[in-house]
């Protein structure tokens, strides 16, 4: 198993995304673009985005918003969709946000579809 945010990890999650076909997002999340910058002390910076409800390396240049968060944080919110941790974090300055607040809204109340869900399973099961 690839360790997380590895270069070997964005390639098995850019395979399982091919694989996967046609998320069948609700609009509010299919056209959500985030950056997301990941810092982890000893580690070098690592920049991903969320875009169209996948994961890809690199930050999106459709993107109105980053967001910068530690990994435990990501793994939380962005694969196992876990909201109240999204909450949690952000209170607790654990999430930092520039740009467009209202994205974040929208990312709250969108409800990921059954096809993306069943994809960020199979990323969860192959991640170190």
Do not use: C, H, Y
């Amino acid at each position: 198993m690839p360790a997380f945010l590895s270069n070997e990890w964005f390639d098995t999650v850019d395979k399982l995304t091919a694989e996967a076909g046609d998320l069948n997002l609700p609009p509010a999340l299919a056209g959500l673009a985030l950056n997301l910058t990941v810092t982890e002390p000893g580690k070098d910076n690592v920049d991903l985005s969320l875009d169209g409800g996948k994961i890809q390396k690199g930050l999106s240049s459709n993107a109105k918003t980053t967001l910068t968060m530690d990994e435990e944080t990501l793994r939380k919110v962005f694969l196992e969709f876990d909201m109240a941790a999204a909450m949690q974090a952000f209170m607790t300055g654990k999430i930092k946000v520039q740009g467009d607040m209202s994205q974040l809204m929208a990312l709250q109340t969108a409800r990921p579809s059954q096809e993306q869900k069943d994809l960020f399973q199979r990323v969860l099961g192959m991640t170190e």
